[in-house]
């Protein structure tokens, strides 16, 4: 199926304004994340056409409404995952607009006004204040972009499930678009990290690029057994349905798998590989508002970035292809900012 880069999206008409709490933002970069590759296949069954993917955005503020006060033109800021919610139910007041049962996904969703949310392979974006970050100075927003999902996705867990502990023993399962950064952010966070991986080519980029500790081919019986009950947690970024107790069998007792992604079937789960040794099996979907400005200033302070491929809009459906076999390190970005234009020339 071929992705449309969309030109303009939005047209500005006679009475046309920018509503009281919006953010206008022009786009410069939209990061292309796998699950963009499962709703315009419509693999999750839920894909209403024509669809706008992209919820990894950086751009710049180019109007506000009149009661928006915390940004102007010219700010360097972002938009993920969500752009509404209900903003008023407990999870929405607690800063977890993530778990709101009225969250409203950046794009392929009905508003609450009834229109269609569109997301950031597009020229420009509105968005309320409200789901609008900042990005700090030092993070290049192409290198940046990606943290908006791949970066709160493993951030959130990890704070929140006491992953994030120096001297602890953090295991990534999986060495791709999430996986790479979470391996930074237990770095920064003065962790201990062990990769885990069924690709032995990643051995060397694992240790010695991204600075992670160690590294366990998972389809190696000593490797594994060797590594057997070290680990305090494990950040699971696999969407492919594996075996999951000998990966249970790497933590210590009372430790931590979270599972941030998605297998496609029902995983099973031996009861003896949880309940023998007090281990537990949680999931985590992104994170809050509040949860991911600190995760972007925390990033900044330590360096945390994604490793990323550049590419124009003109090559999304090539990208798209290579996404699907897993080829790129780590993540694919759009230059919307300098190539959108040329693409739409040169399809007139």
């Known amino acids: ?30 990061g292309i994340c796998h699950s963009d590759l499962h709703s315009i296949k419509n693999e999750w069954k839920n894909a209403r056409y024509p669809m706008i993917p992209g ?39 607690e800063g977890f607009e993530n778990h709101c049962p009225g969250i409203i996904p950046t794009y392929n969703t009905v508003d609450l006004d009834g229109t269609i949310t569109y997301g950031g392979y597009s020229g420009m974006v509105v968005v309320h204040e409200r789901f609008v970050v900042r990005f700090p100075d030092t993070i290049p927003l192409d290198k940046g972009a990606p943290l908006l999902c791949a970066g709160i996705t493993v951030y959130s867990p990890m704070k929140y ?8 023993h953090l295991g990534v399962l999986g060495l791709g678009g999430l ?21 032995p080519g990643k051995k060397q980029e694992a240790l010695e690029r991204l600075g992670a500790d160690a ?18 947690g494990i950040i ?24 941030v992604g998605l297998p496609e079937k029902s995983m099973e789960i031996p009861p003896f590989a949880l309940v023998a040794v007090n281990k537990t099996l949680a999931g985590s979907c992104i994170g809050g508002m509040r949860d991911t400005q600190e995760m972007l200033d925390l990033a ?35 230059d919307i900012g300098n190539t959108l234009d040329k693409a739409a020339a040169a399809s007139e």
């Not at 880069?5 to 953010?23: A, F, N």
């Not at 499930?161 to 602890?168: A, D, K, R, S």
């Not at 590294?215 to 305090?232: G, L, N, Q, R």
């Not at 492919?240 to 069998?249: E, F, K, Q, S």
Request: hydrophobic share 45%; glycine share 8%; with cysteine.
């Open 161 to 168: 499930h006491g992953l994030n502990v120096p001297g602890m």
């Open 55 to 93: 919820h990894e955005i950086a751009g710049e503020v180019t109007e506000v409404g009149k009661n928006v006060t915390k940004f102007k033109a010219g700010d360097r800021v972002g938009v993920g995952v969500m752009v509404n919610s209900c903003q008023s139910c407990e999870s929405c007041n």
């Open 236 to 259: 699971n970024t696999v969407s492919a349905n594996i075996p999951m107790a000998p990966l249970l069998g790497l933590l210590k007792p009372n430790g931590k798998m979270i599972m």
């Open 1 to 30: 199926m071929a992705v449309l880069v969309c030109y303009e999206l939005y047209k500005v008409v006679d009475g046309w304004s920018t509503g009281d709490d919006d953010v206008v933002i022009k786009i410069l970069y939209c």
């Open 215 to 232: 590294f366990v081919i998972s389809k190696d019986a000593d490797e594994m057994k060797a590594t057997m009950s070290t680990m305090d």
């Open 179 to 199: 996986g790479h950064v979470a391996v930074k952010f237990g770095k920064a966070f003065g962790m201990k990290v062990t990769v885990i991986s069924s690709s």
């Open 300 to 334: 900044a302070k330590h360096d945390v970035t994604a490793d990323i491929e550049v590419i124009g809009a003109e090559y999304v459906n090539t990208a798209m292809e290579r996404l699907a076999k897993a080829d790129v390190r780590y993540r694919f970005v759009i």
